[in-house]
Structures are given as structure tokens and as C-alpha cells.
């Protein structure tokens, strides 16, 4: 049969184009930057978004290698993470500490997938989407990853078992041929995988390294992810400094130490000066200057690569398959018959599990995203900020733009005092992390937050920019530690909310009631607390699946996702030292795997922001910290 011809048509409109979404450095180029200088800042900074690659080229305006053509050095590495990651961290610390610096503390540990290679500033968005082809790939690990101590004069260290040796080898050939289209050669890797404890060391030191590493008990957990890091390459050449005490520069060619900046030396130049002053390259700015070495220590280089992608490396099912809606499950025990001269394997049986595949099955997977409330007024103006806004009858008036436009209405102001609002600057950043929600296309199912004003709000800013039908609930479960705060504020109900504007789910059932939270909670008892929240929430999810987004505190991020994790409640000290660590609006996230019903950090969908005090920090390092 003819196809049919089209008609003709009459109301050609030529104006009407079709484009692409912009890339980051085209986005840049837009706002006035030289393309050579884009690409360079994207490309620095991971690729990782707009925000941060203009954040870069605005602190790099004296940087007088801005318009070079060097090319980064780009590498693969497979990273622990969990149990195993502490492991590791532990032996680290302690050969350091006992031992003294080694070749192994210049990076964090990893096992390398193939030699470093360069590309342009251009190809950095090209490098991203290639290596994310590799997510299918990485689902069907054959095993679990297993290691074996091996070590000789001037090394220790952990080789990969063969049982995944050639699957790993696979995942990078796929990965070069991907290059391969754009132009981008990666030399074979023609080393034994592994991940080195220590090398370059005094030959004295070896039966002491190798006795901690020993100790290392590598069968507890562990999820090994594989990423793709870029590096300035002066980083290679380079000893590493951090800055441990800011400086001010006295004379034109002292450079400024900054609080989280690292500074490129050259190594020649330890031997030559008597001083302790040293020229070197500020990380942060790119800026050649005079240091005093007494104000930096020497720390390993990945400090300061960029993270550009991270996939999880997972293993697949055991001879399991899905077909027309059954799930058959093989089981297999092979039997070696040695002859005089062959060897063959008998199948013994083959047992086949069948059972309808069910609707909860064929569910949505289930993400947790855990969100910290947006700057809080009295934290912005000082504890004082309630007398210089209210009178002696409750008045409120504005003495400050970052101040709220206005107060709700609530039983009485005072409480303010305990549970404060956020800023303006708050309610910006909640709108600038709806933003990248809406841009990174996440869709949220439900909406949980804490009680505290501040939560509400933060939470009430991203619920009104994503447009969601379900109203926001309030849950007293996630709410900040009382041995922290040592009151438990008189909140705003959630029917007086409701009534002043905010889309409030008023028949909501609180899964830990406000009177079930005790003044002045022992930290075991906080972490029980939350993790039950957590499980009891998603409990309700289990067959509808979707993004679950909490908006909570600073500790939230922590409380609601390391035991479900699978690691252990952090102490109270070290929970102290986690709070200030936590910026506001981070992220994190974590994944349910709906086969194994484990769940697992995975990358937050939006950056990070960072102005003034709210410095960024990888906020899934500082969870597994």
C-alpha cells in the first residue's frame, strides 16, 4: 500500500528554531567570559555546573596561567567506601603518625584503572557523558570485588583477585573506546590491579607497615565506587601544602594564605631556601607569592582534583533472570570429572524458582534526599537579634534587609527566641535549591519536614517552586537534638500554619509525637530516634516508591541515613564535630537497591552553595567521615 504524501503546508513559521539545552561554558560565554576561559574554569572545576565554574574564574581573575593551553591530566580510579574506607583511613593516619610520610599518603585510597591521560578544556562535558555510559556496565560485576595482602621490600598493598581482574579491564576498554570517538587516546594499563598502602619508604619501616596493614580486616562492607578525577598537572610535580593558619601578605610578593587553600611547591625549593619561606601556587587563585612553610603542612595532592563523575560499581543477581514477568533463578554445582586427558564439568540440575513478578516489585525505587534548612536569623544577626526587632508588647519591625519582611502570628513571640526564622538569604537559598531540582529534572513524592520554623519555611520555598500536589508534612521525628538545643521549643501548630498560607498536611500522624521526645536525649537515643523515623517513613513508600525529601538540621543528614547505611552511630564527641561541618541547604542522598533492600549514599541532585560562612565541603566525604 502507497504511503500517504504530506500535505502542504501554509503556516511555515522559519522563526521557530529548535536548540539545544546550553552547555556550562556556553551558559558562561553568555554572561560575558572568553571561551578559552570557560572551558578552563568547567573543566576545573569537574563540570560539575554554572555556579561553581563561575565561582572559579572570578577567584582566578590574577591567575597568569588563565589563558594557557594546558591540557588537564584526567585518571579513572575505583574508591572503597563505608566500613572499608575507615579501615583504610585508620591504617593511614596511623603508619603516618608512627611511620612518617610515604608515597601512599600523597593520594586518599584507591585502586587505579589506568594511567593518566590528557584532554582539552573543551572535551570535559564530552569525558562526563562518556564515562556515564559505563553505568550499565558497572550493574553486572560478576563478584564481589575481593583483595589479597601482597608485599616486598618498599611495598605493601592489596591486589585485586581474578575473579574481577578481567571484569574491571572490560569496563575501561569500554571507556577508551568511547574516548576513542572524540579524539582521546588512553594508553593501556600494564599494571597489576591493586590498592597501595605504603611504598617509598626506609627499608626499616617495612615489617612495621606491614604488621598495621594486617591488621586492616577487609570483610567488612564496603561499596566500591568507580570516578573520574581531573588534576592540574603542576599537582604531580608538586608537594602539596595546606594551609593550617591564614596569613596576610606584609610586602607585594608574600602570598595570602586563605583557610582552605592548598599551595603548589616545587620540592627543589625546600633545599634552597633558609628561611622557611617558599614560592609557591595558590590552588585557590592561581597566584605566585612568598610563604611562610610553618603556616602549611604537606598533605596528599587529591586535595585538590576535581571529582568529575561517580558511579557505584554493583554486583549482579546470581544467575537470575526476568522473563515475561517471571523471574527464574538457576542454581548451579559444577563438578570437575578429571580423565586421563580432558576435563569436563556436569550440570548437575537446574532448579528454577518461578513466582509471579508482583506490583511492589515493579515499583519505583525508593530515594531518600535530606536537605539542611536554609540561614537562620539568629545565627545571620547574633543571639540579640529578637530585642532589636521586638518591642515590649511583641511589635516586630524590620532593622535589617536580611531580616523577614514579616513575623507569623504565633502564640507568643518570645518563642522566636528558640525557634527563629529564616533570613532572607535563607529563603534564597531554598529557592536557588528548588531551582537545580526543577533543572535536574528530580520529582518529589512526598515532603517531610522538621517542626522548626526554619525547616518549615526552607521546605515550604522548594514544595511552592516544584509545584507539588501533595501538602508538606510536619514530623517531630526530625527534629534537632534536644541535648544540643536544651529546650524544646513550643513550635507553630501545623493547623496555624495551614491557616497563615502553607500548603500543610493537617491530618498527618506524626510518626514520633512531640511529647515522645525527651529533654536532653543521650546521643544513642537520638540516633534510635531518627533511624526510626527514617525506616517508619519510607515503610510507607515501600509499594509506591519515588524521591522522599527530608528537611531538617544540620545533624538530620547524618541521623536519618548512617544507620541505614550500615554504619555505626557516631559518638557525642564526634557528632559535635560533624554539626559545624554541615553548610546550609546541603544535600545528601541515599538509594535503596531493590533487590538486596540495602541502601546506599549516591550523588545529592543539586551543588552546593557557598557565600561567606557556608563553605563547601563534599558533603558524602563528610558523611563518611
Same mark, same amino acid.
Given at each position: 500500500?502507497?504511503?500517504?504524501?504530506?500535505?502542504?503546508?501554509?503556516?511555515?513559521?522559519?522563526?521557530?528554531?529548535?536548540?539545544?539545552?546550553?552547555?556550562?561554558?556556553?551558559?558562561?560565554?553568555?554572561?560575558?567570559?572568553?571561551?578559552?576561559?570557560?572551558?578552563?574554569?568547567?573543566?576545573?572545576?569537574?563540570?560539575?555546573?554554572?555556579?561553581?565554574?563561575?565561582?572559579?574564574?572570578?577567584?582566578?581573575?590574577?591567575?597568569?596561567?588563565?589563558?594557557?593551553?594546558?591540557?588537564?591530566?584526567?585518571?579513572?580510579?575505583?574508591?572503597?567506601?563505608?566500613?572499608?574506607?575507615?579501615?583504610?583511613?585508620?591504617?593511614?593516619?596511623?603508619?603516618?603518625?608512627?611511620?612518617?610520610?610515604?608515597?601512599?599518603?600523597?593520594?586518599?585510597?584507591?585502586?587505579?584503572?589506568?594511567?593518566?591521560?590528557?584532554?582539552?578544556?573543551?572535551?570535559?562535558?564530552?569525558?562526563?557523558?562518556?564515562?556515564?555510559?559505563?553505568?550499565?556496565?558497572?550493574?553486572?560485576?560478576?563478584?564481589?570485588?575481593?583483595?589479597?595482602?601482597?608485599?616486598?621490600?618498599?611495598?605493601?598493598?592489596?591486589?585485586?583477585?581474578?575473579?574481577?581482574?578481567?571484569?574491571?579491564?572490560?569496563?575501561?576498554?569500554?571507556?577508551?573506546?568511547?574516548?576513542?570517538?572524540?579524539?582521546?587516546?588512553? &594508553?593501556?594499563?600494564?599494571?597489576? %590491579? $591493586?590498592?597501595? #598502602?605504603?611504598? /617509598?619508604?626506609? @627499608?626499616?619501616?617495612?615489617?612495621?607497615?606491614?604488621?598495621?596493614?594486617?591488621?586492616?580486616?577487609?570483610?567488612?562492607?564496603?561499596?566500591?565506587?568507580?570516578?573520574?578525577?581531573?588534576?592540574?598537572?603542576?599537582?604531580?610535580?608538586?608537594?602539596?601544602?595546606?594551609?593550617?593558619?591564614?596569613?596576610?601578605?606584609?610586602?607585594?610578593?608574600?602570598?595570602?594564605?586563605?583557610?582552605?587553600?592548598?599551595?603548589?611547591?616545587?620540592?627543589?625549593?625546600?633545599?634552597?631556601?633558609?628561611?622557611?619561606?617558599?614560592?609557591?601556587?595558590?590552588?585557590?587563585?592561581?597566584?605566585?607569592?612568598?610563604?611562610?612553610?610553618?603556616?602549611?603542612?604537606?598533605?596528599? &595532592?587529591?586535595?585538590?582534583?576535581? %571529582? $568529575?563523575?561517580? #558511579?557505584?560499581? /554493583?554486583?549482579? @543477581?546470581?544467575?537470575?533472570?526476568?522473563?515475561?514477568?517471571?523471574?527464574?533463578?538457576?542454581?548451579?554445582?559444577?563438578?570437575?570429572?578429571?580423565?586421563?586427558?580432558?576435563?569436563?564439568?556436569?550440570?548437575?540440575?537446574?532448579?528454577?524458582?518461578?513466582?509471579?513478578?508482583?506490583?511492589?516489585?515493579?515499583?519505583?525505587?525508593?530515594?531518600?534526599?535530606?536537605?539542611?534548612?536554609?540561614?537562620?536569623?539568629?545565627?545571620?544577626?547574633?543571639?540579640?537579634?529578637?530585642?532589636?526587632?521586638?518591642?515590649?508588647?511583641?511589635?516586630?519591625?524590620?532593622?535589617?534587609?536580611?531580616?523577614?519582611?514579616?513575623?507569623?502570628?504565633?502564640?507568643?513571640?518570645? &518563642?522566636?527566641?528558640?525557634?527563629?526564622?529564616?533570613?532572607?538569604?535563607?529563603?534564597?537559598?531554598?529557592?536557588?535549591?528548588?531551582?537545580?531540582?526543577?533543572?535536574?529534572?528530580?520529582?518529589?513524592?512526598?515532603?517531610?519536614?522538621?517542626?522548626?520554623?526554619?525547616?518549615?519555611?526552607?521546605?515550604?520555598?522548594?514544595?511552592?517552586?516544584?509545584?507539588?500536589?501533595?501538602?508538606?508534612?510536619?514530623?517531630?521525628?526530625?527534629?534537632?537534638?534536644?541535648?544540643?538545643?536544651?529546650?524544646?521549643?513550643?513550635?507553630?501548630?501545623?493547623?496555624?500554619?495551614?491557616?497563615?498560607?502553607?500548603?500543610?498536611?493537617?491530618?498527618?500522624?506524626?510518626?514520633?509525637?512531640?511529647?515522645?521526645?525527651?529533654?536532653?536525649?543521650?546521643?544513642?537515643?537520638?540516633?534510635?530516634?531518627?533511624?526510626?523515623?527514617?525506616?517508619?517513613?519510607?515503610?510507607?513508600?515501600?509499594?509506591?516508591?519515588?524521591?522522599?525529601?527530608?528537611?531538617?538540621?544540620?545533624?538530620?543528614?547524618?541521623?536519618?541515613?548512617?544507620?541505614?547505611?550500615?554504619?555505626?552511630?557516631?559518638?557525642?564527641?564526634?557528632?559535635?564535630?560533624?554539626?559545624?561541618?554541615?553548610?546550609?541547604?546541603?544535600?545528601?542522598?541515599?538509594?535503596?537497591?531493590?533487590?538486596?533492600?540495602?541502601?546506599?549514599?549516591?550523588?545529592?541532585?543539586?551543588?552546593?552553595?557557598?557565600?561567606?560562612?557556608?563553605?563547601?565541603?563534599?558533603?558524602?566525604?563528610?558523611?563518611?567521615?
Amino acid at each position: 500500500m502507497a504511503s500517504a504524501s504530506l500535505p502542504a503546508r501554509s503556516n511555515r513559521d522559519d522563526s521557530i528554531k529548535r536548540t539545544k539545552r546550553q552547555t556550562a561554558q556556553d551558559t558562561l560565554v553568555s554572561m560575558g567570559f572568553p571561551r578559552n576561559r570557560a572551558e578552563k574554569a568547567v573543566a576545573a572545576t569537574g563540570d560539575r555546573g554554572i555556579q561553581l565554574a563561575s565561582d572559579w574564574l572570578l577567584s582566578h581573575v590574577e591567575d597568569p596561567t588563565l589563558d594557557d593551553g594546558t591540557r588537564r591530566e584526567y585518571v579513572l580510579y575505583l574508591c572503597p567506601n563505608g566500613k572499608l574506607q575507615d579501615e583504610l583511613n585508620k591504617f593511614w593516619e596511623k603508619s603516618l603518625s608512627q611511620c612518617g610520610w610515604n608515597g601512599a599518603h600523597s593520594y586518599f585510597p584507591h585502586i587505579t584503572m589506568c594511567p593518566f591521560f590528557t584532554a582539552d578544556d573543551k572535551s570535559a562535558g564530552f569525558l562526563s557523558d562518556s564515562f556515564l555510559k559505563l553505568e550499565s556496565k558497572l550493574r553486572q560485576a560478576p563478584d564481589h570485588l575481593k583483595l589479597d595482602f601482597f608485599s616486598q621490600m618498599n611495598f605493601v598493598g592489596l591486589f585485586v583477585k581474578d575473579n574481577m581482574y578481567d571484569f574491571l579491564q572490560e569496563c575501561v576498554s569500554v571507556f577508551c573506546k568511547e574516548l576513542a570517538k572524540g579524539g582521546i587516546k588512553i &594508553e593501556p594499563h600494564k599494571k597489576q %590491579l $591493586h590498592l597501595t #598502602l605504603a611504598y /617509598q619508604y626506609p @627499608p626499616e619501616q617495612h615489617d612495621k607497615l606491614l604488621k598495621f596493614a594486617k591488621e586492616i580486616d577487609l570483610t567488612v562492607d564496603v561499596r566500591w565506587d568507580l570516578r573520574l578525577y581531573s588534576r592540574d598537572p603542576r599537582a604531580g610535580k608538586c608537594e602539596i601544602r595546606k594551609v593550617v593558619k591564614a596569613y596576610t601578605p606584609q610586602v607585594g610578593d608574600e602570598l595570602e594564605l586563605i583557610d582552605g587553600d592548598y599551595i603548589f611547591l616545587d620540592p627543589k625549593e625546600l633545599t634552597k631556601t633558609k628561611d622557611g619561606w617558599y614560592p609557591g601556587v595558590s590552588w585557590l587563585t592561581g597566584v605566585l607569592g612568598m610563604f611562610p612553610g610553618v603556616y602549611t603542612q604537606k598533605t596528599a &595532592e587529591t586535595w585538590t582534583w576535581a %571529582l $568529575h563523575r561517580s #558511579l557505584p560499581l /554493583q554486583v549482579r @543477581p546470581k544467575s537470575m533472570a526476568i522473563t515475561n514477568g517471571i523471574i527464574v533463578e538457576e542454581d548451579y554445582d559444577a563438578i570437575w570429572h578429571d580423565d586421563k586427558d580432558y576435563a569436563k564439568v556436569n550440570k548437575v540440575f537446574i532448579k528454577e524458582k518461578k513466582h509471579r513478578i508482583t506490583p511492589e516489585e515493579k515499583r519505583e525505587q525508593r530515594k531518600l534526599i535530606i536537605c539542611r534548612h536554609g540561614e537562620r536569623t539568629d545565627f545571620a544577626m547574633g543571639k540579640g537579634w529578637y530585642d532589636m526587632c521586638f518591642d515590649d508588647d511583641g511589635r516586630y519591625t524590620r532593622t535589617n534587609l536580611n531580616l523577614p519582611k514579616k513575623m507569623l502570628i504565633r502564640f507568643n513571640n518570645l &518563642e522566636y527566641i528558640n525557634d527563629p526564622p529564616l533570613t532572607e538569604v535563607g529563603k534564597l537559598q531554598a529557592q536557588l535549591t528548588a531551582e537545580m531540582l526543577m533543572e535536574n529534572k528530580v520529582l518529589l513524592t512526598a515532603v517531610y519536614t522538621s517542626p522548626s520554623l526554619r525547616c518549615v519555611q526552607t521546605g515550604a520555598e522548594i514544595h511552592q517552586a516544584l509545584k507539588l500536589q501533595s501538602k508538606m508534612k510536619i514530623e517531630p521525628g526530625l527534629f534537632e537534638w534536644t541535648g544540643h538545643t536544651s529546650v524544646v521549643p513550643r513550635w507553630i501548630s501545623p493547623e496555624d500554619l495551614a491557616r497563615q498560607g502553607y500548603a500543610i498536611d493537617t491530618t498527618y500522624i506524626p510518626q514520633v509525637p512531640r511529647d515522645k521526645i525527651e529533654d536532653g536525649e543521650s546521643i544513642g537515643n537520638l540516633y534510635a530516634r531518627s533511624t526510626e523515623t527514617s525506616r517508619q517513613i519510607l515503610k510507607l513508600y515501600e509499594n509506591k516508591g519515588g524521591n522522599i525529601l527530608f528537611v531538617g538540621h544540620s545533624g538530620t543528614l547524618d541521623l536519618c541515613t548512617r544507620i541505614i547505611t550500615g554504619q555505626t552511630p557516631r559518638t557525642m564527641t564526634s557528632y559535635r564535630e560533624f554539626l559545624p561541618k554541615v553548610p546550609y541547604v546541603a544535600m545528601c542522598a541515599v538509594e535503596e537497591d531493590v533487590i538486596t533492600g540495602k541502601w546506599k549514599f549516591i550523588d545529592p541532585p543539586t551543588l552546593p552553595i557557598s557565600h561567606g560562612r557556608n563553605i563547601v565541603q563534599n558533603v558524602r566525604d563528610i558523611l563518611n567521615g
